[in-house]
C-alpha cells in the first residue's frame, strides 16, 4: 500500500520559516517524480515545486521561486519544501504527491499519489 505522510506545517508569522517533510513508502519512487502542490480556502489546488527523484533536476512555481526549494533524500524516501520569508498568502494545506514518470510534470492528473495534507498557516 501505498503512503504519502507529510509533517512540518504549522503556524508562523510573516518572514519566517518552515520545512515540510514527506516521506514516501509502498512503492518504489526513485525513478518517478515528487511535488509539493497547495489548496488556500476557497481556492484551486495549485503546483507549487517538482523534483525527479534520480538526477534532482526541480521546478518551482512562479509565486514561490527564490523563497521555496525542494529537495530530496533517496536514501529516506523523502522530499523536502525549505519555505523561506513566508507571506500570509503563503497559507494553505500543503499536499505531497508522486508519480512514477520520468518527466516532471507540474499538473495533478499526472500524478498518481497523494498525501493527506499538513496546514500551513502564515499570520501578518
Known amino acids: 500500500q501505498v503512503q504519502l505522510v507529510e509533517s512540518g506545517g504549522g503556524l508562523v508569522q510573516a518572514g519566517g520559516s518552515l520545512r515540510l517533510s514527506c516521506v514516501a513508502s509502498?512503492?518504489?519512487?526513485?525513478?518517478?517524480?515528487m511535488a509539493w502542490f497547495r489548496q488556500a480556502p476557497g481556492e484551486e489546488r495549485e503546483f507549487v515545486a517538482a523534483?525527479?527523484?534520480?538526477?534532482?533536476?526541480?521546478r518551482n512555481a512562479d509565486s514561490v521561486k527564490g523563497r521555496f526549494t525542494i529537495s530530496r533524500d533517496n536514501a529516506k524516501n523523502t522530499v523536502y519544501l525549505q519555505m523561506n520569508s513566508l507571506k500570509p498568502e503563503d497559507t494553505a494545506v500543503y499536499f505531497c504527491?508522486?508519480?512514477?514518470?520520468?518527466?516532471?510534470?507540474?499538473?495533478?492528473?499526472?500524478?498518481?499519489?497523494w498525501g493527506q495534507g499538513t496546514q500551513v498557516t502564515v499570520s501578518s
Open positions: 504527491a508522486a508519480n512514477t514518470k520520468a518527466f516532471i510534470l507540474t499538473t495533478e492528473p499526472w500524478f498518481d499519489y
Open positions: 523534483i525527479r527523484r534520480g538526477d534532482g533536476m526541480s
Open positions: 509502498g512503492r518504489d519512487f526513485s525513478s518517478g517524480t
